[in-house]
């Protein structure tokens, strides 16, 4: 994406000292930005959404998508000040010129799952259905020891830090095996990354798994020991919202299995985030039943419920009663617009088109006040067979799956502030903030439809004001990961 620089003697966080970068992307549009450490100087001639910046200027002005124009002020990597671009200010800093280029925070990717990323390949999912992705991730467990997995999480890591994240929350497999390798190397990546990529971890379990109050409490203790979140899969089959849905809808005992969970998670003080309702049935409603399970505990902590594809086969009325509950619940929704269009409605024989979008009622739930986020889920996955976590690509894709360009102007929350507040980051997390870290992604891209039209891979991150210098990695890192499935023999986990 960015060439990489031809010297690297830099080992901190947004270090640039002696770095030769002249053959960065970024480099070819906006030569100007100082490359020799220094983290002072004025960004000008930036284009921000409004809806992402606090203690700006009153004086600016926006365009019909909520676009202003302004000249930022970064001094010893903060940012001191936003104001319209042009207004004279006395200053000895340098200038750099960014010719109307858009200027965003850095992202917060709510959702995912790299502890399963980049496995497509040694165990495939060849029809490319939802029941076929669940099939070849249990086979892929095979696969899995320390290392592994270790090597697996980083590269994404690597990968979402290079595009411009600054906070990654994971799901993480929790079953006997998978969660004993998982979980200690999510404890020790999290530490390693702290400052550049701020990591979280949410246990994924099947809801009959919470059956076994033994088990369940355990894990929840194991969750709690590793600053985790508690999770569960509610009414996320293919089959979700019918009876012969033993594993995520449990029948008439879905109420009495949420009650468990949400009693493990107040005991303990965690938070929860649910996978809800990845299906295109109207009788799967586990939203609901979060939302009422959430009001008749008592709940205090956050709630977040991913996926939510059933609410656009809801009738309009049905929609709203459920949506009404789950705001009066508190609840907030985060939509994998890519990654549920690509899995959801399909055909395994795949002789038949898609007719439906399998992307939860984004619109519905903003309007009604439901706060909505948007993220990356799966990667390079059994559940998704591409993507990089690149927030731009899931917002851009999000906007036309979604039709979310019309308006656009508060959109940016959803992969910025929003998701960041959720996760409880700092006040100014995805915030272009006077008083906040110069934490920022400038883009080429200077209106929505040049910003959206290309992948802006020359763009310029910066952390602590400081032009990072890393690429993101190459695949052929992975390579001896275990085999290729049909081309060489696995490697024995």
Known sequence: RRARPRCNTGTGRGDTAGMVVDSALWSRWIPSVPTDGTDSFTLRNARVP???????????????????????????????????????????????????????????????????????????????????????????????????????????????????????????????????????????????????????????????????????????????????????????????????????????????????????????????????????????????HISEAAMRNGFKGRIVCGHCCSLAAQSPAELARIVAVAKRAGVVVVSLPIVNQWLQNRDELGVRTPIRRGVTTLKELDDAGVPVCLASDNTRDQFYGYGDLDMLEIFRESCRIGHLDRPISRWPLAVTARPAEIMGLHAHSGLVSVGGPADLVVFRGRHYSELLSRPQLDRLVLRDGKPLTEDVPDYRELDDLGAVEGKRERRSS
């Open 50 to 288: 409004i809806c992402v910046t606090r203690g700006a200027s009153e004086e600016l002005e926006t365009d019909r998508d909520g676009l202003c124009l302004v000249d930022i002020e970064i001094r010893e990597g903060r940012i001191y000040a936003i104001v319209p671009a042009g207004k004279p200010r006395a200053s000895n800093l340098r200038q750099v010129d960014v010719d109307g280029g858009m200027c965003w925070p850095t992202f917060s990717d709510i959702h995912c799952h790299i502890d399963k990323g980049h496995t497509c390949e040694r165990t495939r999912n060849e029809s490319g259905s939802l029941a076929g992705a669940d099939d070849s991730c249990a086979k892929d467990e095979a696969h899995w020891d320390r290392e592994d997995v270790r090597r697996r999480m980083e590269f994404s890591l690597k990968s979402a830090y290079a595009h411009g994240t600054s906070a990654i929350r994971t799901h993480i497999m929790s079953g006997p095996k998978q969660g004993a390798i998982a979980w200690p190397v999510f404890y020790e990546l999290r530490g390693k990354w702290k400052g550049k990529v701020e990591l979280q971890g949410v246990s994924l379990n099947i809801l009959s798994f919470f059956r076994d109050e033994v088990a369940a409490k355990e894990l929840a203790d194991n969750v709690k020991s590793h600053g985790g979140i508690l999770g569960a899969a509610v009414s996320c089959t293919d089959r979700g919202g019918y009876a012969d849905d033993e594993y995520t809808t449990c029948g008439d005992d879905m109420p009495a299995l949420l009650d468990v969970v949400f009693r493990l998670a107040s005991e303990r003080g965690l938070d929860l985030d649910f996978h809800v309702d990845e299906n295109g049935n109207e009788a799967s409603k586990g939203l609901l």
